[in-house]
Nanobody
């Protein structure tokens, strides 16, 4: 089973930037995809961004498009989430997750994912 480890969270002022990393360990195949989800205080977990490890196809939720960039290093089985122009509403615990061979219809659905990290806190002050 593939395991995820996130890092890079912290406290930043509005307008600032953070870069999250997610390292996948175990049997990571080329058809694997890595994604970031977040859970804001008092809310459910929501999709943020995803990337396929082989082709690098990316997916974003609308509210982060243009501010967040997901990238990957397949050799290191690592995905990154560069977050710019952060807003207080981006405050959340960010989770990394992985899944094998998702479709464009399922890649945003958290039920698609089997391996989850412990999460990293991102706090944006106003």
């Amino acid at each position: 089973q593939v395991q995820m480890q996130e890092s890079g969270g912290g406290l930043v002022q509005a307008g600032g930037s953070l870069n999250l990393s997610c390292v996948a360990s175990g049997r990571v195949y080329p058809a694997y995809a890595l994604a970031w989800f977040r859970q804001r205080p008092g809310e459910g977990r929501e999709f943020v961004a995803a990337i396929t490890l082989s082709q690098g196809t990316t997916y974003y939720r609308e509210s982060v498009t243009g501010r967040f960039t997901i990238s990957k290093d397949y050799a290191k089985a690592t995905a990154y989430l560069q977050m710019n122009s952060l807003k207080p509403e981006d405050t959340a615990v960010y989770y990394c997750a992985g899944t094998l061979s998702p479709t464009s219809a399922t890649i945003r659905n958290q039920r698609t994912y089997r391996g989850w990290g412990q999460g990293t806190q991102v706090t944006v002050s106003s």
